[in-house]
């Protein structure tokens, strides 16, 4: 082989190699697995806006190495010693399951739940900071949430957050919800059960917002505010026993033109409801007063100036006082403020508004308007054992001459009092026909009504300083007495007044008058004309001097029949006698 031969062979194999060296190497890429932490524990470390799925953001606080979270980690934000975790923000920028959170009481930051986005917890959600719900963004907690901090949920296109758990859900009393936003609501709470003892802002001074729990509810402490054009539904998932209730002496829910909407009843026990401004206020479903509960529509006078609201109950029944729903032994109160109202408007069905005993409705120139195919009749109940009557004290607002008026017709087995025996008289109009089998109490005061029944019931007039008392029927409809009237306080006159308006007293009907000397004595006057039966009774002021005559009725159309039984002071006198003349009653001894 020539020289030449030799040296192009060697060339050749060299380039060759060279050729094979410049190849370049490569990794082969296997499957991304993320391996879970050592101790199953993760520490927030994470930067400000830090994303909740970087394995950067957590460090396993036993091995300091860096993993992103799995099913089985607790995750840990906890700022303090002895783990100085970040007291910084996060996002929860992708769906993922973890066996808990524990956000510490130090951590005040504020973590995120984008729309879309899922966070489910094996077992529980512990939330101190801020909790941003945003669109639809869900957190799913195995056995219960812990709510220590803020929780808030902004509208977004109409979207609904979602906090979720078959355990309870409890709000603590440092925590709070606020929701801004709707029609759809912001946020919506599912829970075997609710226990409230923060604060509830449904709607902010920025709009109103609208709010969905789902599940019993309990607000044991703290407060709910509802603002103008807000919603708050109660939803009871298909439990008639998971209402809500609202109870404590220091709870409160105030209203401000809003509307809350239950599938069972609405429960006021030993709380307040307040319902406030002239919007009005909607409750849609049952509501029921009880225990030392009270509901305000309005607010009192101050000075001249009245702070009137509405209450308007769309469906459902309303029930003030004891024994609902759960037999308790304390009442519950309704105060009706000046030119406030409670209305019942027209709906399918029946509804009742029914004031049990130690219940109190308290009117202060205020209304009642309910629609009689709805709402047959106010139902005042007698007093069940050992407990006072229901009562409906007619109050008016005098000082600026405003009285109190019912749409509708009243039943009374209970108590109704009228005016408190002052200066100036109040007033009570009633657009149906009243019946009364208990006990209706005059101080001072005006009814006005197509007709007045006493069914076994008592009537006394008590009348005010200087002046007595009236009953109006301007139809004609008049007062019949199948029961008791009597006089108290000093002695006045009782009118029955309006065109025509007609005294009928029945067989089972007694008719009381006290006389004193010098011809004093209570009064009864009939615009119409008087037909008796039944009973007369007169009672002596001291001791009477003989040969006197007491005008005791006065009837404008006349008087027809007598008294069956007439029963006389016993004071040894063998000369009493009572019968009319003319238009006039009169005794004399």
């Known amino acids: 082989m020539s020289l030449l031969q030799c040296l192009k062979r060697s060339f050749a194999r060299k380039n ?85 959170v524990i956000m510490d009481s130090s951590y005040t930051a504020t973590v995120t739940v984008p729309s879309g986005i899922t966070l489910s917890t094996t077992n529980y959600f512990q939330q101190y900071g801020t909790l941003a719900m945003v669109g639809t963004g869900t957190i799913t ?12 949920a902004l509208s977004s296109g109409g979207a609904t957050a979602h906090l979720n758990t078959t355990g309870s859900f409890f709000l603590f009393t440092s925590g ?32 109103p917002g609208n709010l969905t729990i ?50 069972t009843k609405l429960a006021i026990s030993g709380a307040t409801l307040n319902c406030l401004t002239t919007a009005g206020n909607v409750i849609a479903g049952n509501l029921a007063v009880y225990n030392t509960g009270i509901i305000n529509v309005g607010s009192p006078l101050t000075g001249t100036t009245a702070h009137p609201s509405t209450l308007t109950l769309t469906t459902g029944s309303f029930t003030v006082g004891a024994l609902d729903p759960n037999s308790g032994g304390t009442g519950g109160t309704l105060n009706l403020y000046t030119k406030s109202l409670v209305t019942f408007p027209p709906a399918s069905g029946s509804s009742t508004f029914v004031v049990k005993s130690l219940g109190v409705i308290n009117m202060y120139g205020a209304s009642i308007a309910m629609t009689p195919s709805r709402v047959a009749f106010l139902d005042i109940r007698a007093a069940e054992p050992g407990l006072s009557a229901g009562t409906l004290n007619s109050l008016s607002a005098p000082s600026i001459g405003v009285g109190d008026s019912v749409t509708g017709s009243i039943v009374c087995a209970g108590v109704i009092n009228m005016g408190n025996g002052g200066t100036a008289a109040t007033a009570l109009a009633v657009s149906l026909p009243v019946t009364v089998s208990g006990a209706l109490n005059m101080s001072g005061a005006t009814l006005t009504v197509p007709s007045l029944t006493l069914s076994g019931g008592t009537l006394t007039s008590q ?10 029927t301007p139809g004609g409809g008049g007062l019949t007495n199948n029961g008791m009237i009597q006089y108290s306080g000093a002695l006045h006159t009782l009118a029955l007044a309006g065109a025509g308006a007609a005294y009928t007293q029945g067989t089972q009907g007694t008719l009381i008058f006290r006389v004193g000397n010098g011809s004093v004595n209570d009064v009864f006057t009939i615009s119409g004309a008087a037909t008796l039966a039944g009973t007369l009774t007169i009672t002596a002021v001291g001791t009477l001097t003989a040969g006197q005559m007491w005008d005791l009725i006065l009837a404008g159309v006349g008087i027809t029949t007598d008294f069956t039984t007439k029963n006389f002071p016993a004071d040894g006198n063998p000369n009493w006698d009572a019968a009319s003349v003319g238009g006039i009653y009169f005794a004399s001894n």
């Open 141 to 152: 907690a195995g056995t219960y949430f812990n709510i220590y901090g803020a929780v808030t």
């Open 214 to 263: 789902t599940g019993a509810f309990l607000q044991s402490a703290g407060a709910t505010t509802l603002t103008t054009g807000s919603v708050l539904t109660f939803a009871s998932g298909g439990s008639p026993s998971a209402y809500p209730i609202i109870q404590g002496s220091t709870t409160t829910v105030t209203m401000s033109g809003a509307t809350i909407s239950t599938d």
């Open 16 to 100: 060759q190699f060279a050729k094979r060296l410049r190849r370049r190497l490569e990794l082969e890429a296997l499957e991304d697995r993320t391996v879970p932490s050592a101790s199953g524990q993760l520490l927030w470390t994470g930067p400000a806006g830090g994303s909740w799925s970087s394995s950067a953001n957590w460090i396993d606080p036993v091995n300091h190495k860096n993993y992103a979270p799995t099913s089985t980690d607790q995750l840990l934000l906890d700022p303090a010693a002895p783990l100085h975790g970040a007291n910084t923000s996060g996002i929860i920028n992708t769906s993922m399951t973890v066996d808990r």
């Open 176 to 207: 709070s919800i606020t929701v801004l936003g709707g029609p759809a609501p912001p946020l919506s709470i599912t829970t075997g059960n609710f226990s409230d003892s923060g604060t509830i802002s449904v709607g902010t001074g920025a709009g």
């Open 463 to 472: 009348g005010g300083t200087g002046f007595g008392d009236t009953i109006m």
